[in-house]
């Protein structure tokens, strides 16, 4: 008789060390949700399927991530870890998956494949440089970074007047927190909007979004809101 050999689901959670790069990864998203994290690596396979390489990140303990929407607060996080590897690193997974547990003890998980996360890292590139241009009071740059076909007009005046305006009522923009990437729809399709908050050195945390095109390669600026 021929041995059969029964091949179902075959699952490994590995927590191995993480590197120096991911280490800081980690502690950047902990701090910026003031959150307890903790990771582990997990590959699973499925005769007939592509191999699921995982590196995975759990945040507990945070009052911000309650106070946000799980898909948008994963999105972000897988981004942020996305950004912390090295090009190497990167290689070595298949999907981030982010794993949320709420002060109700509620859990949210989802997970995102690497090609997608470089793609939003393509636009995050612009979302970082939009950013720092702010806080640098380097206005003129920020007209680069927009999609002039669909905005037009310069931006550099009316963002250096508003920002001059804020702070003359909270103190000095002294950074930016990014906090969620939603995903929508407007006329020219799908769209991401990045989510972050600008910091003012007298505490006020005020939020903001850019959006992009999500398409491949569409990596100027199609519009922004500062609230």
Not at 161 to 185: D, S, W
Request: proline share 3%.
């Amino acid at each position: 008789m021929k041995p059969y050999i029964l091949c179902t689901l075959l699952a490994f959670t590995l927590m191995s060390c993480v590197s120096e790069n991911e280490h800081k990864g980690l502690d950047y998203i902990g701090s910026l949700y003031d959150a307890k994290t903790s990771y582990s690596k997990s590959f699973d396979s499925e005769v007939g399927s592509e191999t699921l390489k995982k590196f995975n990140i759990k945040l507990s303990e945070s009052s911000r991530i309650d106070s946000l929407q799980p898909t948008v607060t994963t999105a972000n996080i897988a981004w942020l870890m996305y950004e912390s590897f090295t090009d190497d690193e990167r290689k070595n997974y298949t999907h981030i998956e982010v794993e949320l547990i709420s002060a109700k003890n509620d859990t949210a998980s989802y997970y995102y494949p690497m090609g997608l996360l470089e793609t939003i890292s393509k636009k995050g590139s612009t979302f970082k440089a939009f950013s720092q241009s702010l806080v640098d009071r380097d206005y003129i740059k920020i007209d680069g970074l927009k999609d002039d076909a669909v905005i037009p007009d310069p931006l550099a005046l009316g963002l250096k007047n508003q920002i001059a305006q804020m702070e003359k009522q909270l103190g000095k923009l002294t950074g930016y927190e990014p906090f969620g990437i939603g995903e929508g729809q407007d006329e020219l399709g799908t769209i991401y909007q990045f989510q972050a908050y600008l910091v003012f050195e007298q505490g006020a945390y005020k939020p903001y979004l850019i959006v992009f095109n999500a398409a491949e390669g569409a990596e100027k600026i199609i519009g922004f809101k500062i609230f």
